[in-house]
């Protein structure tokens, strides 16, 4: 009976919470603008593993560099003309950009287009 409850337990999927605790980075989502998609063999939306969004751009950086030159400057930091968006907020006011993580949340890319 006890080797019932064991199996039980082991099969029982883990919460976003226990993975993320255990060391597993959370899958999210960043959104690429029309603009900069062909970048990325025309694909609209990626998948990455972050535990933080500076994490994100790292790997941004390490999968897509084409992308990375557009987003990031030369130390790596956001590109003054690109703003960043985590769940539909603005990071460009955020002290750090170590915010943790979780799954399913979204980075969107957003390119400024100015001309006269």
């Known amino acids: ?47 990455l593993k972050a535990s933080t969004i500076a994490s994100a751009l790292r790997e941004l950086g390490a999968r897509w560099p084409t992308l990375a030159t557009h987003v990031l400057d030369e130390a790596g930091a956001i590109r003054q003309h690109v703003l960043l968006l985590h769940n539909g907020k603005l990071t460009k006011y955020l002290s750090s950009l170590d915010v943790p993580l979780c799954p399913g949340d979204r980075l969107q890319i957003v390119q400024a287009v100015s001309g006269g």
């Open 1 to 47: 009976m006890h080797e019932r409850a064991a199996q039980d337990r082991s099969s029982v999927p883990q919460a976003p919470e226990e993975a993320h605790a255990e060391g597993a980075d959370p899958e999210i989502v960043l959104e690429v603008p029309r603009i900069l998609c062909d970048c990325v063999a025309g694909r609209r939306e990626l998948t």
